[in-house]
């Protein structure tokens, strides 16, 4: 089973990820910044797996740059408490 399929599973991957990045000193801006990156990659190459990632694809497409980033944003601030690092 890929991380993407489930949910839960995403958001303890991101929150991995996460983690890595602020114990190495990476800001939350940089951070959501990649995050910006990454979710404009997922939205053009990967198909959302649940109901959740088919919101937030639904929300990308039709939000503009800046709310991109705010997308994004928010993304790193739930997945915050998430992981083994969580």
């Known amino acids: ?3 993407l399929d489930n949910w839960d599973s995403w958001k303890n991957f991101l929150g991995d990820k996460l983690h890595q990045a602020e114990d190495k000193g990476i800001s939350e ?3 959501s910044n990649f995050a910006t990156e990454i979710g404009s990659h997922l939205a053009d190459k990967v198909d959302p797996k ?3 990632q ?3 694809s639904d929300l990308w497409s039709v939000a503009d740059k800046d709310e991109q980033h705010a997308i994004a944003h928010m993304m790193v601030k739930l997945v915050k408490n998430n992981g083994t690092q969580g």
């Open 1 to 3: 089973m890929s991380v």
């Open 29 to 31: 801006e940089a951070i």
């Open 50 to 52: 649940n109901e959740q």
């Open 54 to 56: 088919r919101i937030l």
